[in-house]
T-cell receptor
Framework: DAGVIQSPRHEVTEMGQEVTLRCKPI?????LFWYRQTMMRGLELLIY????????DSGMPEDRFSAKMPNASFSTLKIQPSEPRDSAVYFC????????????FGPGTRLTVL | AQTVTQSQPEMSVQEAETVTLSCTYD???????LFWYKQPPSRQMILVIR??????QNATENRFSVNFQKAAKSFSLKISDSQLGDAAMYFC?????????FGTGTRLTVIP
């Protein structure tokens, strides 16, 4: 397996634009997670899915953020409209279960909003 | 509520020496796991070690071991014989049946 795949690796956009980050989890993993990493807040869990269903989105900062998982092999995190304070590295991770199983992280998407 | 606190934003250690990274947590879950992830400059997140809360024996993975004090809700990571490749950001985390939290990280510098 190629591991968790994220695209794009880098994204530079202007304030107000829509940004879509993509993730392909490891095949067979039932859980998918979206994280945001910043210097100030460290690694924050934004939302996670179990079998394509969003379970906990309490970490999503505001309504400008939305995440979907239309099938077991694809998820998106969308920011609309984007703001400079959204600049961060966004990670996607997948695992077999929530407890006890290793989460496998993608390489991350570095987002810069000008 | 569940929280994970890493009180040391930065630590340094001399090569070949031992260093301990601190982590405390708070959870209402009766069953949970604790873990440490390493993030080197490549940005890739790598699982270092994990501990099942119901197990009293501290987990060990080669040069990495934990000191799990359940009553004190403490889960520190000890790195023995530190190597240059250990230089990274280290994240402590906790996962229960319904939630998952990471700390803010500790940046470890290894001095040659």
């Amino acid at each position: 397996d190629a591991g968790v795949i994220q695209s794009p690796r880098h994204e530079v956009t202007e304030m107000g634009q829509e940004v879509t980050l993509r993730c392909k989890p490891i095949s067979g993993h039932d859980y998918l997670f979206w994280y945001r990493q910043t210097m100030m807040r460290g690694l924050e869990l934004l939302i996670y899915f179990n079998n394509n269903v969003p379970i906990d989105d309490s970490g999503m900062p505001e309504d400008r953020f939305s995440a979907k998982m239309p099938n077991a092999s694809f998820s998106t995190l969308k920011i609309q409209p984007s703001e400079p304070r959204d600049s961060a590295v966004y990670f996607c991770a997948s695992s077999l279960a929530l407890m006890g199983n290793e989460q496998f992280f993608g390489p991350g998407t570095r987002l810069t909003v000008l | 509520a569940q929280t994970v606190t890493q009180s040391q934003p930065e630590m340094s250690v001399q090569e070949a020496e031992t260093v301990t990274l601190s982590c405390t947590y708070d959870t209402s879950e009766s069953d949970y796991y604790l873990f440490w992830y390493k993030q080197p400059p490549s940005r890739q997140m790598i699982l270092v070690i994990r501990q099942e809360a119901y197990k009293q024996q501290n987990a060990t993975e080669n040069r990495f071991s934990v000191n799990f004090q359940k009553a004190a809700k403490s889960f520190s990571l000890k790195i023995s014989d530190s190597q240059l490749g250990d230089a990274a950001m280290y994240f402590c985390g906790a996962a229960g049946a319904n939630n998952l939290f990471f700390g803010t990280g500790t940046r470890l510098t290894v001095i040659p």
